[in-house]
């Protein structure tokens, strides 16, 4: 059954003409007579008696128009319901991150797209690395922040920012009255080292990282199940920290000290190329303007 049967059904019903309902449905006669010997068919039920001057509606047809009016007007209401749906999803921005803090710079820079332009609505994720790869090539978010070295190879990458890779040690240490630090003063410092999973960095950063941990006792590694985690103990003063200086992870308490001998890590946004809307192009350029205030506070 299909909805051009129930229409050509209801017309010849309304006109009890077979060639008036063609010109309403703007199909030729056969293709109407056709429809209807289609539905009697599905039935098993005449729904008309027809002669060479007359059509009249049966016992069943008569039955069979409140449903096939219902049946129509369900449909249309589903297709209405499904079209503003599919709109209210275009409307829908979403965006991954992996911690808090990171979601801090996103959340400043919806701020900014919500004054100029307020027809979006955000949905943020906040999730491991690997999951919001997942989330993006499934069209699931928009955006993701990430290094380069991570962006999924699939998506497009647009670099925020050059960040450099430091040694985030608490205030009141005395590591925190260098300007710079080289991997030696790191090795020779008696202080913990707080430490989280190898896939929640990027490589460079795991080289260092792992460098100090052959340097150490297990006793004085603090192993953090997030980043979050790893910045609590740090400004706590109980460790400090390798990390990438990525816009806005700056927590109270803690210093970040730039390590002598390594180069910046390209840090940016991947977007899939289909997926690139008015919305989302105007959110990666405020987002471009915020990492650059960021980065230089």
Not at 41 to 51: A, C, M, S, Y
Not at 114 to 137: C, K
Not at 165 to 175: M, N, Q, S, T
Not at 211 to 236: H, K, N, P, T, Y
């Amino acid at each position: 059954m299909n909805t051009t049967q129930l229409e050509c059904f209801l017309a010849v019903a309304n006109t009890l003409n077979f060639s008036r309902a063609a010109e309403q449905l703007r199909l030729t006669q056969p293709a109407v007579s056709h429809q209807i010997n289609s539905l009697e068919d599905e039935l098993g039920v005449r729904l008309f008696k027809r002669t060479s001057k007359s059509v009249r509606l049966t016992q069943e047809g008569y039955l069979y128009i409140q449903y096939a009016g219902e049946i129509l007007r369900l449909f249309n209401v589903s297709k209405g319901r499904l079209r503003e749906s599919s709109e209210e999803q275009q409307r829908i921005l979403g965006i991954g991150c992996r911690n808090s803090l990171e979601l801090r710079l996103l959340t400043q820079s919806v701020q900014e797209l919500r004054r100029q332009d307020d027809s979006f609505v955000p949905a943020f994720r906040v999730v491991p690395h690997d999951s919001l790869e997942n989330l993006l090539l499934d069209g699931e978010i928009q955006l993701m922040p990430t290094f380069r070295e991570s962006a999924p190879k699939r998506a497009v990458y647009r670099e925020l920012s050059l960040c450099p890779i430091v040694c985030a040690v608490p205030e009141d240490c005395p590591l925190a009255e260098h300007e710079s630090l080289s991997q030696h003063e790191l090795s020779e410092s008696s202080m913990r080292l707080a430490i989280s999973r190898p896939n929640a960095m990027p490589r460079p950063v795991t080289a260092v990282q792992n460098a100090l941990i052959s340097a150490r006792d297990s006793g004085d590694i603090i192993f953090c199940d997030s980043f979050e985690i790893q910045s609590a103990v740090v400004a706590a003063g109980f460790a400090i920290a390798v990390i990438t200086q990525t816009p806005g992870i700056q927590v109270t308490g803690v210093r970040y000290i730039p390590i002598e001998g390594l180069e910046c890590m390209s840090y940016g946004a991947a977007y899939m190329a289909d997926e690139l809307t008015p919305t989302l192009r105007h959110f990666l350029q405020i987002l471009a303007a915020r990492a650059e205030i960021e980065s230089k506070l």
